[in-house]
């Protein structure tokens, strides 16, 4: 069992950066590879990235990549998304998760946080 709970969302300016924290209880967290998806008003849940247990593999969706990047410290049982470059499009709720391979399906992943809310003004 791994229960998720995410921080560090807010409202920031279109251009600004957020940190988003992902921590977890459970002590399969080492071996669990983390995604971050989002969903925003009205529209269906978006992979946005993935990292695998060791952290040696990332996947980001193509509208983030070269602004997000996520990373992990599995001593703090702790995923992190960093989130430069900020547009209008990035104002979601955003999710962490954890399964057992890395997918860019939510389908793939066993255990979800509460989510964080991120909104960007123009």
């Known amino acids: 069992q791994v229960q998720l709970v995410e921080s560090g969302g807010g409202l920031v300016q279109a251009g600004g950066s957020l940190r988003l924290s992902c921590v977890a209880s459970?002590?399969?967290?080492?071996?669990?590879?983390m995604g971050w998806f989002r969903r925003a008003p009205g529209k269906e849940r978006d992979f946005v990235a993935a990292i695998s247990w060791s952290g040696g593999s990332t996947s980001y969706a193509n509208s983030v990549q070269g602004r997000f990047t996520i990373s992990r410290d599995n001593a703090k049982n702790t995923v992190y998304l960093q989130m430069n470059n900020l547009k209008p499009e990035d104002t979601a709720v955003y999710y962490c998760a954890a399964g057992m391979y890395m997918s860019i399906r939510g389908q793939a992943y066993e255990y979800w946080g509460q989510g964080t809310q991120v909104t960007v003004s123009s």
């Open positions: 459970g002590r399969t967290f080492s071996r669990s590879t």
